[in-house]
């Protein structure tokens, strides 16, 4: 039962990442518009949404790593 919990609560972090990236695109395109860099079109919306990603990927991994130093009497049992 906790791994369907955690396929569940994947899912949601993933829309929700994909949602973000998806906002973060189009604020990018609308703050950029009238600078010299809107000149490269949907680049720079892309590229800011791929930002937005590297930073959660980097959040992620920290909190993995926080979360892994961390054990629980329930991991130990399972080896």
Do not use: N
Not at 21 to 40: A, H, K, N, P
Not at 57 to 79: M, N, Q, W
């Amino acid at each position: 039962m906790k791994q369907v919990a955690w396929i569940i609560a994947g899912a949601i972090v993933t829309a929700g990442l994909g949602y973000a990236s998806y906002w973060v695109y189009l604020e990018v395109q609308q703050q950029v518009r009238g600078t010299l860099i809107s000149g490269f079109g949907i680049f720079v919306g892309v590229m800011g949404a791929f930002a937005m990603l590297g930073v959660a990927h980097i959040v992620f991994t920290y909190a993995e790593r926080l979360l892994c130093k961390r054990k629980t009497p329930a991991a130990d049992e399972g080896s």
